[in-house]
């Protein structure tokens, strides 16, 4: 039976591909898109929200697997997450360059209205230039958001495996003083051992020695009070 733990990683893998999957089908809108401006701009706040949303969901798996007590669910986890991180970059790149594809494509359909539409068609223009200079810049602040998120990980990844150098350290330090003390208890048990044979030792011969003096005191009584026998 799968753990609340793996159930919550594999709902929130769903809902990331489920939220590359809606990116993607808007950044091919974007590529398909040949105007009015407001209809890419509307397409590009949608990309935006999904784009947040994956983000987010992406840190939570990343917590998920700072939160596994196996080393090896943590690793596949983190694994897992670096790749629907790169997923999402690329999504980012594939989105700017979409972008750039309907610009063009908004720019040329302008030219062929100047061309027929006199002042009116070049006042539209302007405006237009005006929204994708717009447009642009928000993905440049996207983009640059995402670089200060991935250096943020970076950093936290660095944290955490100067944490686990330091803990292994600390780990071996205390086994070679487990093995000091193991070493010291068995010379304490050796000597424990001899000094009790020893003194098994000393009880017997003071017995003989005992019982050789009062052999002695007896023969020694028996020729004197008894020379007859």
Same mark, same amino acid.
């Given at each position: 039976?799968? !753990? ?5 990683? &594999? ?5 990331? +591909? ?40 992406? %840190? ?24 629907? &991180? ?33 002042? !009116? !068609?070049? &006042? %539209?223009?302007?405006? *237009? ?9 928000? +993905? *440049? ?11 943020? %990980? ?6 955490? +495996? ?7 350290? *600390? ?48 023969? +020694? ?9």
């Amino acid at each position: 039976m799968a !753990s609340s733990s793996d159930v919550h990683v &594999r709902i929130c893998g769903q809902e990331i +591909i489920k939220y590359d999957l809606e990116i993607k089908a808007v950044i091919q809108d974007i590529r398909e898109c040949s105007g009015p401006q407001t209809v890419l701009m509307e397409l590009n706040a949608a990309v935006k929200e999904k784009f947040s949303r994956l983000r987010q969901r992406i %840190q939570d798996m990343e917590q998920m697997a700072k939160e596994q007590d196996k080393e090896s669910d943590k690793n596949d986890i983190l694994t897992e997450t670096e790749a629907h &991180r790169k997923q999402m970059l690329s999504n980012q790149t594939a989105w700017r360059k979409a972008n750039l594809a309907c610009k063009l494509a908004i720019d040329n359909r302008e030219k062929d209205e100047l061309l027929h539409g006199g002042d !009116s !068609s070049v &006042r %539209q223009r302007k405006v *237009t230039k005006e929204n994708l200079v717009q447009t642009s810049s928000e +993905i *440049t602040e996207s983009l640059m958001s995402i670089s200060r998120m991935m250096a943020q %990980q970076v950093k936290q990844s660095e944290e955490t +495996i100067g944490t686990l150098a330091t803990s292994s350290r *600390t780990v071996l330090e205390t086994n070679e003083e487990f093995k000091a003390m193991t070493s010291t208890v068995h010379l304490g048990r050796k000597l424990i051992l001899k000094y009790n044979r020893r003194e098994l030792t000393d009880k017997l011969l003071i017995f003989l020695a005992l019982a050789l003096f009062f052999a002695t005191v007896l023969y +020694i009584l028996k020729k004197r009070l008894f020379p007859f026998i």
